[in-house]
């Protein structure tokens, strides 16, 4: 306990829970790593497209890049609205829920799912890669990095969003201030310069044109460099962790985290154009990244690039912070809803949704594994799911502001809701027909993968909810209660041997009922019985029958069962479904086991928990006059 005290912190209660919300200042960290981050790999990811073009894709970057910016502006104004109406959570989840129906909502919670994993995975392998670029030698050990930052993740957001928020706004805030600085040196040399700067530090060598430009590799590029805009919708669905006022504390985020991101986007694909910086292929030895190449030109490498490239793998690894604040929420209110497992819903000890922490953990480790931490590898899955994500919650928008036009009482009413209706809408239409492109360019990359795995996983969500609404239809309390004379039940004791845990299950037993049976389980039986057993009958005799005899009621029986196959649960079961046979459906059967508890964790392996293995079975194959009762002895 002290160790689990020392990693993830005291038990919290919950009534501290409104101290554990957070504001803009913890919000950005929160919940803008993802978006902050994926400015490090979305040029990145256009640049590693068009290398076929050599030296001449630094000629198109800027045309690439333009467009991402403008489509973030218009999802700043669509997310800004959908907070406003959205308050306490305006995930696209609750907004296709409320709007589009149950079907569209199950498509948003799935694709939200997969694209919250895949952040994670992409993260971490982009801040490693920013690792490797500053420290070649790291190279072979990319996987293990990996994993291990995703370990140091997880437990920080045990403890809690706030903590975490706190404690990743150092290196958040160190990466916006380095950046930002690199970005205006680079900008006013560049200028003084004449657009052709000399870099302190020359970039690789871009290779030969292999192809020429072409409309299908530039859309192709802006497939890629889409994967900056990732993030956005994570304030919209996180807005449950704010403090009150909550859309002021939203808004504040929001607007702090996309205007940091529409600056390093244009300033980083202006500048890489001005210094000739290109992409390199993170799968080979002496990869470096756009970035590294970028603040290396500009500044050199001296102390303020590592400190740059430091608080760059920082925010890169740390980026999977943004999943671990949104997906918990997101499985949370899907499971509320009856379409995950009830656990999800459950907060742990420091009041964050544990269970969804450790899914995410682990389907993102298993990611990790499965393309060896390599970013380029995981890229062609990343951002359909957010795209699709953006269109649903958009398009679930519009029907909210025309149902909201149809009830408005005043000229001006109108006026607001039409013109929240048309931002929402340039929305739906520009986040629907870039996720039009990213699917067509990515598919035969990797993007089926995740094309494939937003239907399975739906499936899987009905597959859920069929099966808590078949429950709740059968165990709803339909009639009364019928009081009616019956004889009391038939109480079976499981018995090892006579001692004080035995002791107490035989007592209360006897509260229960008269009608007591206690049952052992034997290998051996007649004439080769083992001295246990004959020892447990003395005993049974002695301080069992013999009492009950002297206080006048009818002695309790033991029955000796042989479990010829060292299976204990098999002659116990077949004992109960003769005994139900015997009295009929009127008589019903307790099964009492008694077990030893013990206080400290390296007592457990020390016993054999037959009784628990027992437990299961009459638990899965008890019949259904059988109730099962758990007598524990808890050692001192």
């Not at 656990?343 to 393309?371: H, I, K, N």
């Not at 899987?460 to 709803?476: C, P, Q, W």
């Not at 008694?594 to 964790?601: K, L, S, T």
């Amino acid at each position: 306990m002290n160790l689990w005290r020392l990693i993830l912190g005291r038990r919290l209660a919950n009534r501290d829970s409104p101290e554990r919300k957070i504001g803009a200042f913890e919000g950005v960290p929160a919940m803008g790593l993802d978006g902050l981050g994926s400015s490090a790999y979305g040029p990145e990811a256009a640049l590693t497209i068009l290398m076929p073009l050599g030296a001449a894709s630094l000629a198109f970057i800027g045309w690439v890049m333009a467009p991402i910016v403008c489509l973030l502006a218009v999802l700043f104004a669509s997310y800004w609205q959908t907070i406003a109406a959205y308050p306490s959570n305006g995930g696209a989840y609750i907004v296709a829920r409320e709007n589009l129906g149950t079907g569209a909502s199950l498509l948003a919670a799935a694709a939200l799912m997969i694209d919250y994993v895949l952040n994670v995975a992409v993260g971490i392998s982009a801040g490693v890669g920013a690792l490797v670029s500053a420290v070649p030698a790291l190279h072979p050990h990319i996987l293990p990095l990996c994993l291990g930052i995703l370990a140091v993740v997880t437990v920080v957001n045990l403890r809690g969003t706030l903590d975490a928020g706190r404690l990743f706004a150092i290196p958040t805030y160190l990466f916006v201030a380095s950046f930002l600085l690199i970005l205006l040196i680079g900008v006013v040399r560049t200028l003084a310069a004449a657009g052709a700067p000399h870099p302190l530090v020359s970039p690789a060598p871009l290779g030969p044109a292999t192809q020429a430009a072409s409309a299908w590799l530039l859309l192709h590029a802006f497939a890629s460099g889409c994967t900056a805009m990732t993030g956005v919708e994570a304030v919209s669905n996180g807005m449950g962790a704010f403090r009150e006022p909550r859309v002021r504390y939203g808004h504040r985020t929001l607007a702090a985290i996309v205007a940091i991101l529409g600056v390093l986007l244009a300033g980083i694909a202006w500048l890489a154009s001005a210094y000739h910086v290109g992409a390199m292929d993170q799968s080979r030895a002496g990869y470096r990244s756009v970035l590294s190449q970028l603040a290396a030109a500009v500044v050199g490498q001296g102390v303020f690039y590592y400190v740059a490239i430091g608080a760059l793998l920082s925010v890169l690894a740390l980026s999977a912070n943004t999943s671990f604040a949104g997906f918990p929420r997101l499985c949370r209110t899907v499971a509320a809803d009856g379409f995950l497992p009830k656990s999800f819903t459950l907060s742990g000890r420091r009041l964050v949704f544990s269970v969804g922490m450790l899914y995410l953990c682990a389907c993102a480790g298993v990611l990790l594994v499965a393309f060896g931490g390599i970013t380029d590898r995981l890229i062609p899955l990343f951002a359909i799911g957010a795209f699709l994500t953006f269109t649903l919650s958009q398009a679930g928008m519009v029907l909210h502001w025309r149902r909201m036009l149809r009830q408005a009482k005043s000229a001006a009413e109108r006026r607001g809701h039409s013109a929240h209706l048309a931002i929402n809408a340039v929305g739906a239409l520009t986040t629907g027909a870039a996720l039009a492109v990213i699917l067509t360019a990515k598919f035969f990359e990797g993007a089926w993968i995740t094309a494939l795995a937003i239907p399975l996983v739906i499936a899987l969500l009905h597959t859920i909810g069929r099966y808590y609404r078949r429950l709740e239809k059968e165990v709803a309390a339909t009639r009364p209660v019928v009081f009616r004379p019956g004889r009391p039940m038939l109480v079976l004791v499981a018995l090892e041997r006579w001692n004080r845990v035995a002791e107490k299950a035989v007592q209360f037993a006897l509260t229960l009922s008269p009608d007591v049976i206690g049952v052992h389980l034997s290998q051996l039986s007649g004439p080769d019985e083992d001295e246990d057993l004959t020892g447990l009958k003395r005993d049974w005799r002695i301080y069992v029958e013999d009492p009950a005899r002297t206080a006048g009621r009818p002695p309790p029986r033991l029955f000796v069962l042989a479990a010829q196959r060292r299976s204990l649960h098999e002659p116990f079961l077949k004992l109960t479904e003769e005994l139900e046979e015997s009295f009929g459906p009127r008589r019903s059967i307790a099964v009492l086991i008694p077990q030893i508890v013990g206080r400290r964790w390296w007592e457990y392996p020390l016993h054999a928990h037959r009784a628990r293995a027992l437990r299961a079975h009459i638990l899965k194959h008890g019949g259904e006059d059988v109730t099962l009762i758990d007598v524990p002895w808890r050692l001192e």
